[in-house]
Nanobody
Framework: QVQLVESGGGLVQAGGSLTLSCAAS????????MAWFRQAPGKERMLVAA????????NYADSAKDRFTISRDNAKNTVSLQMNSLKPEETAVYYC????????????????WGKGTLVTVSS
């Protein structure tokens, strides 16, 4: 089993920046990839960005490209998401995710979830 704990959410003005962090424990070193998803009220949980543990290969949702950066620290078993130029429509609960076998592109494919951290972007 893997446990994931997010931190860093909060209130930010539109155009501002925020960094989310996720600490993994348990069998974290066996994960193939970690990712960030977000879920806005009434909407599906969607991928924001993902990163593989070994190579550090990244995938981004089109909406996150050029503004968000995902990174990992294998020694600390952490993954971070640097978010810049945030928009009000990006207000959501952001979830850390872990997968044993591949890069999680959809929520149904994720093996492990954190409890989420709320990001509110004010206009």
């Amino acid at each position: 089993q893997v446990q994931l704990v997010e931190s860093g959410g909060g209130l930010v003005q539109a155009g501002g920046s925020l960094t989310l962090s996720c600490a993994a424990s348990g069998r974290a070193s066996e994960l193939y990839a970690m990712a960030w998803f977000r879920q806005a009220p009434g909407k599906e949980r969607m991928l924001v960005a993902a990163i593989t543990r070994s190579r550090g290969s990244t995938n981004y949702a089109d909406s996150a490209k050029d503004r968000f950066t995902i990174s990992r620290d294998n020694a600390k078993n952490t993954v971070s998401l640097q978010m810049n130029s945030l928009k009000p429509e990006e207000t959501a609960v952001y979830y850390c995710a872990g997968d044993d076998w591949g890069v999680p592109m959809i929520a149904s494919g994720v093996n492990y979830w954190g409890k989420g951290t709320l990001v509110t972007v004010s206009s």
